[in-house]
């Protein structure tokens, strides 16, 4: 199976700051990599596919990249709504996979 | 609108069954793979298994293989998962997700999920 490492697993950050989630796959996965958003209590919620595609409807501060096997997650200006729990997952191997998450807090 | 509800989570005892269903409308059902996505409590997201639209392929996470079955009627816009010899690990909240048409696969949307409890 295909393993996603996420980092930082937890993470202070201000309203307005710049933050960077990576995840890390055990092999290549090419571009076949999505990120999710998820607050307490609510299911997961689609926020970036192939790697850097933004879904419809979320704001432009979130941004993708990476390929292979190295990817980031980046928020340009945080806002108090994007206080979460991030996953990222591959969708190369039959196995999909998810990293452990990021939880992203208040400082 | 397109919209996924699960039901038939419950509180179950070890080595028992259950049966998840999740109510796809709002999109061609048939035409999409499905997958079940559960959260143990205060954890992370675990995929646990998948299956195309015509039932063709099926996947299992190792975790739940042998226990487990995914299934679908196409007829009844209905995905299911038979859990078959629960333990106390299993006890999460289980959600369906759309797997999105192509080769990206990515899951949207997701149903509000569904809790099992495995516990004597």
């Known amino acids: 199976d295909i393993q996603m490492t996420q980092s930082p697993s937890s993470l202070s950050a201000s309203v307005g700051d710049r933050v960077t989630i990576t995840c890390r796959a055990s092999?290549?996965?090419?571009?076949?990599l999505n990120w999710y958003q998820q607050k307490p209590g609510k299911a997961p919620k689609l926020l970036i596919y192939?790697?850097?595609s933004l879904q419809s409807g979320v704001p432009s501060r979130f941004s993708g990249s990476g390929s292979g096997t190295d990817f980031t997650l980046t928020i340009s200006s945080l806002q108090p709504e994007d206080f979460a729990t991030y996953y990222c997952?591959?969708?190369?191997?039959?196995?999909?996979?998810f990293g452990q998450g990021t939880k992203l807090e208040i400082k | 609108e397109v919209q996924l509800v699960e039901s038939g989570g419950g509180l179950v005892k070890p080595g028992g069954s259950l049966r998840l269903s999740c109510a796809a409308s709002?999109?061609?059902?048939?035409?999409?793979?499905m997958n079940w996505v559960r959260q143990a409590p205060g954890k992370g997201l675990e995929w646990v298994s998948s299956?195309?639209?015509?039932?063709?392929?099926?996947y299992y996470a190792d975790s739940v293989k042998g226990r487990f079955t995914i299934s679908r009627d196409n007829a009844k816009n209905s995905l299911y998962l038979q859990m078959n010899s629960l333990r106390a690990e299993d006890t999460a909240v289980y959600y369906c997700?759309?797997?999105?048409?192509?080769?990206?696969?990515?899951?949207?949307?997701w149903g509000q999920g569904t809790l099992v409890t495995v516990s004597s």
């Open positions: 997700a759309r797997e999105a048409a192509g080769i990206e696969n990515w899951f949207d949307p």
């Open positions: 709002g999109f061609t059902f048939s035409s999409y793979s």
């Open positions: 299956i195309s639209s015509s039932s063709s392929y099926i």
């Open positions: 092999q290549s996965i090419s571009s076949y």
């Open positions: 192939a790697a850097s």
């Open positions: 997952q591959q969708s190369y191997s039959t196995l999909r996979t």
